[in-house]
């Protein structure tokens, strides 16, 4: 079995992939069953998209994968916390868990007093946090 730093791991390689596409460097993937089943990064520069976000890309690519618009028994792994967009969406999917890397201040679901996920879902964040974080100070850094 592997742990949640294995698939931190491959969702920062998503992130480095948007980095390196001079897209905001997030990265996610869906591991159903431990088998990932969904990859994707940002695309909203390249698609001319504000809602092409990394967890979009993921749960649209899983829900065709699995045939079913629930992701119960799932879980998604973000290089960054979700935005609110991004979790209101996990809502409708019913994500089993949400493991994110960097907390996001700014814009983040934590952020809102309310849960806005669904009651079932389950969240851990701070995993591989340094890493994850670092990735996106590098980004905006060199953009200012």
């Not at 967890?55 to 979700?82: D, G, I, R």
């Amino acid at each position: 079995m592997f742990g949640h730093e294995y698939f931190m791991r491959i969702a920062l390689t998503q992130a480095q992939i948007a980095f390196d596409n001079d897209e905001v460097p997030v990265g996610a993937i869906i591991v159903h069953q431990n088998k990932i089943i969904a990859k994707g990064h940002n695309l909203c520069e390249k698609l001319i998209d504000f809602t092409a976000h990394a967890e979009m890309q993921v749960l649209t690519s899983a829900s065709n994968f699995l045939q079913n618009k629930y992701l119960n028994e799932c879980t998604l792994y973000v290089t960054l916390e979700p935005c609110t967009m991004c979790a209101g969406a996990t809502f409708w999917t019913r994500i089993g868990t949400i493991v994110f890397g960097a907390h996001d201040r700014k814009r983040g679901f934590t952020r809102i007093k309310e849960n806005i996920l669904h009651p079932k879902t389950k969240v851990l964040g701070s995993v591989m946090e340094n890493e994850c974080g670092s990735l996106i100070q590098t980004f905006f850094n060199q953009k200012r």
